[in-house]
């Protein structure tokens, strides 16, 4: 399937899943509704592979970095996104993951010493003045309710989606390492969701989290299309891009999710953005939008992560 395609199926279905996740809200502790959501995918892969006649063992040197992708990718990442969406619409938590594009070169920094053009940190900087245009008058009612002695929950849903991009990001580094040792995508990913639902399950248990059965039929629904459209296709799509053109470029994706999620937001959940929303979103995606059309740097490469990271070749 051609590049462009993945690119658009994955983009089109997680400019939906960030509402999606809005009727797993209430009636099931956010947790527990990630842990159902990664089993059925995670089902659903190793029904795939067993079908195809796919052996489901894999070795340790490669368990390892599925164990890995599994926590960054399937459990920190998403606890965070479903408790963020608890307390800030869901759009705003879409544009929160744009910032990818920035976390993810600092994560192959931090990992393998990839040079950062300065471009990409200049528009870094204009991204983050965006999400503080976008997030103004928010925070400033957050903080106002903090010192009425409330407990201004929607900085800590802030922090959260934060933290959910940064998980993400680190989860797509990952990625190359686990290529490096099995090209069996389906089956790795299965893997990961598997060891992402197992460390949320034990999350969820340690913590006391009551494991629900959903009745509503809006949430069963809505865990069919993130766990089978928002889980498999669409992570399938991302990984084979990864893998394909890198995860600088691949990220690419976070410009047009949450363009989607703000249309879908206002559709949907009455969100009216003011002026001052409309140009923080603007500023913040036009600067995703600048960073990655930046020209790619001359990594000193020290791995075959490296080099599927930074120069990578085009598959049939």
């Not at 894999?58 to 926590?71: A, C, E, K, M």
Request: a positive charge; charged letters at 10%.
């Amino acid at each position: 399937m051609p590049s462009y395609v993945l690119f658009t199926i994955a983009s089109l279905i997680w400019g939906s899943t960030f509402w999606a996740i809005t009727l797993q809200l209430g009636e099931v502790p956010p947790a527990v509704s990630v842990v159902y959501r990664f089993a059925l995918a995670s089902g659903t892969l190793f029904a795939w592979c067993l079908l195809r006649g796919d052996r489901l063992r894999l070795p340790w040197r490669v368990q390892r970095w599925t164990l890995l992708q599994g926590f960054f990718t399937f459990g920190l990442s998403y606890v965070c996104t479903y408790n963020a969406e608890q307390f800030v619409v869901s759009a705003l938590v879409a544009v929160l993951f744009a910032l990818m594009v920035f976390w993810t070169p600092i994560c192959a920094r931090l990992a393998f010493g990839t040079p950062i053009a300065h471009r990409t940190w200049g528009a870094g900087v204009a991204a983050i003045a965006g999400v503080s245009l976008l997030f103004w008058h928010s925070i400033e009612s957050a903080l106002h309710d903090i010192s009425q002695g409330g407990q201004g929950h929607f900085i800590l849903g802030l922090v959260l989606g934060i933290g959910a991009s940064i998980a993400s990001s680190a989860g797509s580094i990952v990625v190359g390492k686990v290529r490096e040792q099995s090209n069996n995508l389906m089956l790795t990913t299965g893997w990961s969701m598997f060891w992402g639902t197992c460390m949320v399950a034990i999350w969820c248990l340690a913590t006391g989290q009551e494991f629900i059965i959903p009745r509503a039929p809006s949430y069963v629904l809505g865990l069919l299309h993130l766990s089978i459209f928002g889980s498999v296709v669409a992570f399938i799509c991302y990984f084979t891009l990864i893998n394909r053109i890198g995860s600088n470029k691949a990220v690419y994706i976070g410009v047009i999710t949450p363009v989607i999620s703000v249309l879908l937001s206002i559709k949907l959940e009455h969100y009216r953005p003011g002026p001052v929303e409309w140009l923080g979103m603007a500023v913040c995606l036009g600067s995703v939008a600048w960073a990655l059309r930046a020209p790619a740097a001359k990594p000193v490469l020290h791995s075959e992560t490296e080099v599927q990271l930074n120069n990578p070749i085009e598959t049939p």
